[in-house]
Nanobody, 122 residues
Framework: QVQLVESGGGLVQVGESLRLSCAASGRAFGTYVMGWFRQGLGEERDFVAAISRSGGMANYGGTTGGRFTISRDNAKNLVYLQMDNLGPEDTAVYYC???????????????WGQGTRVTVSS
């Protein structure tokens, strides 16, 4: 079992950057594929990025436009989402998730954090 806690969200201006962090508690962090999803107000949860167990492979959702980078540090039980050139469309609650398959299907992620809010204003 793993518990996930996101941090790093906040209010930023258009064009600025944020790095979100997800801290995992548990013994088996390195056995999980890790992903980031986001959900805007009144919207469905969308896939943002996922990273393989070793950190050597990553997938990204098309809505990020190449502006986001996912990474992980298994020694520290951390996964990151670097978000650059943010726009208002990136405003959402961002959720960290742990699962068994590198992909965009939320049903393959069995553990979820509580979310961290990102607001992008002009």
């Amino acid at each position: 079992q793993v518990q996930l806690v996101e941090s790093g969200g906040g209010l930023v201006q258009v064009g600025e950057s944020l790095r979100l962090s997800c801290a995992a508690s548990g013994r088996a962090f390195g056995t999980y594929v890790m992903g980031w999803f986001r959900q805007g107000l009144g919207e469905e949860r969308d896939f943002v990025a996922a990273i393989s167990r070793s950190g050597g492979m990553a997938n990204y959702g098309g809505t990020t436009g190449g502006r986001f980078t996912i990474s992980r540090d298994n020694a520290k039980n951390l996964v990151y989402l670097q978000m650059d050139n943010l726009g208002p469309e990136d405003t959402a609650v961002y959720y960290c998730a742990a699962g068994g398959t590198l992909g965009s299907d939320p049903s393959t992620y069995n553990h979820w954090g509580q979310g961290t809010r990102v607001t992008v204003s002009s």
